[in-house]
């Protein structure tokens, strides 16, 4: 998504977007629809209501830690290309580890290698980045400088981060109450506001959601929510639309969080491990 250069700690990041790289010709290309609104209103459902769903990254917090699976979508050509990622989240300390399988390329050919990020409170660490990074180095990247807070140039939402944008969830509407993979949750629709998120977030995802609220070509972002009966978010798809040469480009961002509580190990690259170097398109 970042165009142009900038330079952070001494590297320079041409057009440094892992997505970009894979899905660049998905410039001016449409996404899916939001859908229809259906249901009746969440505040009609006692108990199971708006206040739930703007709550829901407090209640992430208190349940410690998750594993989680996230996929994202664009419109690339008349086609949609994916990334997956898969991994674990420490809701405590605002990290997680994922790892990304990115799309084939056009000869269907596995041309990229997996590439494993490091999610921390405005820091993304990446590691297999490709273009000229050394294989046993990270790149780490200021989130607050990247001009959608990492919200999509990751090729993941942050999951915590995704929770926070709920907090500013206008227009919420209770569609079904359904099983997810063997639990049962109630499916919400409704719209966050980035803007709105950002002055309503907490401290660590304040700097991220406030670069995002001005690189976006909409602060408004529709988004499908579901909840199970302790409240905490297990399936959170956002849908973002940014601007990328002059042309509009819509974003489906998935989140899956299960396994709750489990203990989960993360540490951030020692220093020595950092790479310094330019990196290339």
């Known amino acids: 998504m970042v165009t142009g250069q ?82 674990v989240y420490d809701f405590g300390r605002r990290m997680g580890r994922l790892r990304l399988v990115l799309p084939k390329d056009p000869t269907g050919a596995d041309e990229h290698r997996p590439l494993t990020e490091l999610l921390a409170p405005d820091t993304l660490y990446m590691k297999n980045r490709g273009a000229g990074v050394p294989d046993d180095k990270w790149v780490r990247v200021d989130s607050t400088a990247l001009d959608d807070g990492n919200l999509v140039t990751g090729g993941a939402t942050d999951p915590l981060t995704a929770a926070e944008l709920l907090r500013s969830a206008t227009d919420v509407t209770f569609v079904a109450e359904q099983d997810l993979a063997g639990t049962r949750v109630w499916h919400y629709r409704g719209v966050a506001d980035i803007a ?75 220093e020595g491990d950092i790479y310094d170097g330019e990196i290339g398109p």
């Not at 950002?198 to 070509?217: D, I, N, Q, Y």
């Not at 998935?254 to 951030?268: I, K």
Request: hydrophobic share 45%; glycine share 14%.
């Open 196 to 270: 709105r998120a950002a002055r309503t977030a907490s401290p660590f995802a304040r700097g991220a959601l406030t670069a995002a609220a001005k690189g976006f070509a909409k602060e408004a972002v529709p988004f499908d929510a579901y909840l199970d009966e302790a409240g905490r978010l297990r399936k959170v798809r956002h849908r973002f639309s940014y601007v990328n040469q002059g042309s509009t480009v819509a974003v489906a961002s998935t989140t899956l969080l299960y396994a709750f509580g489990q203990p989960v190990t993360l540490a951030l690259p020692p």
């Open 6 to 87: 900038r330079r952070r700690g001494g590297v320079t990041f041409a057009a440094m977007v892992t997505v970009a790289g894979v899905v660049a010709v998905a410039a001016g290309c449409g996404g899916g629809s939001a859908g229809g609104a259906g249901g009746a209103a969440a505040e009609e459902r006692p108990g199971r209501d708006a206040a739930s769903v703007r709550k829901a990254a407090d209640v992430l917090l208190a349940a410690g830690s998750s594993k989680a699976r996230t996929s994202m979508e664009m419109a690339a050509g008349g086609t949609r290309v994916t990334i997956r990622g898969e991994g």
